[in-house]
């Protein structure tokens, strides 16, 4: 039977059994261990009640940078710019009023546009990242279980902009789907310059996202009760609408905001799917601040956008709330076979105790 020696460490104190290696020696891991804990010793450090505040410290800089951001956009667009003298007029809320006024409705078709191509995307990622998730938890294979994992993570490992023009290549002129449709149905699509274009492109990435945020949750599902209610005679739907997707819910929300989010804040894919003709809001406030100069106007469009943003993510989190069940109420029918059982009970009891007196009288008399 192998013994493990306790050794010391570097410090020259008693050690804990350090695995050894071929040689006989403690493995390389442990030692280097070791060294750092003896250097710590050497060096007095000692952990404080300050230690904690300080481990924190750049998460709360961070912090501080945005909100600072943030705060003075939302400062910036509620001042007018003078184009003119090209310098911050006074407090106004007349780039609001440009945005949203019927002279110009472009802007406004813009975010529009935003809103509606991310709520497809988010939607179709969603319908498909479920069965997907589902079939990759439930391999048997450890191996294909990888592989399939390494697959969803392929679109993650290149640019962004890098995906967009692959998808160019592929829509365009004389990409692959053209050529296709041509040789089926004789005439080449222009999809580029399309939303269709860019709901491909986006794609890419949000249905491999969605599927990595639902794999934890799904892993949650015991297999035992989808084989329960499959014996019970429950079919794969009934399955599917009672066990799997109640329970996988909180994790389908997470996906659904993550992809939302991201879909309203993306910026290369449209740019090169789009051809300039189909701009994402990102793309706007872009062309305002850069193009235009206007910083003034570009700041309350992203105002705008972050309002939007965060009144649909908490819709979307609203919606895929856990509801707690409510106990129900006892059905008439079975307060009153209860009150009738109680009564028969009742009833029975007291002609068996009145036989059990009339008979011991009886008996004594006998």
Sequence with gaps: MAQVVLGNDVAGRPGRADPPDQSGRPAMGWRAVDGLVAL?????????????????????????????????????????????????????????????????????????????????????????????????????????????????????????????????????????VPWIVHGVSGHSPSLLGSTWSITLGLLQTEVPLAVLVLIPGMRKIPPDLELAAQTLGARPPAVWRRIILPLVRPSLGAACVLVFALCMTEFAVPSALGLGATPFVANSVQSIFFSEGNIYFGAAFSVVLILVVVAAVGLILLGFRTRRPRPRPPKRAAATATATTAVTAATTTTAVTATAAAVGPAEGTA
Excluded at 42 to 48: D, E, P, Q
């Design 40 to 176: 710590r010793r050497r060096l007095h450090v000692r952990r404080t009640a300050a230690v904690p505040y300080l481990q924190v410290a750049p998460a709360v800089l961070l912090g501080a940078v945005l909100a600072y951001g943030l705060g003075y956009m939302v400062y910036v667009s509620f001042h007018a710019y003078d184009s003119f003298l090209a310098e911050q007029g006074p407090f106004s809320t007349s780039e609001y009023a440009r945005l949203f006024s019927s002279a110009n409705t472009s802007y406004l078709q813009t975010l529009v546009r935003t809103l509606v191509v991310s709520v497809i995307v988010t939607a179709v990622s969603a319908l498909l990242a479920v069965p997907t998730a589902h079939v990759i938890v439930r391999m048997r294979s450890r191996f294909l279980r990888s592989l399939a994992i390494f697959l969803l993570l392929v679109p993650f490992l290149m640019g962004e902009s890098i995906r967009a023009f692959a998808w160019l290549l592929i829509l365009g002129t004389n990409g692959a």
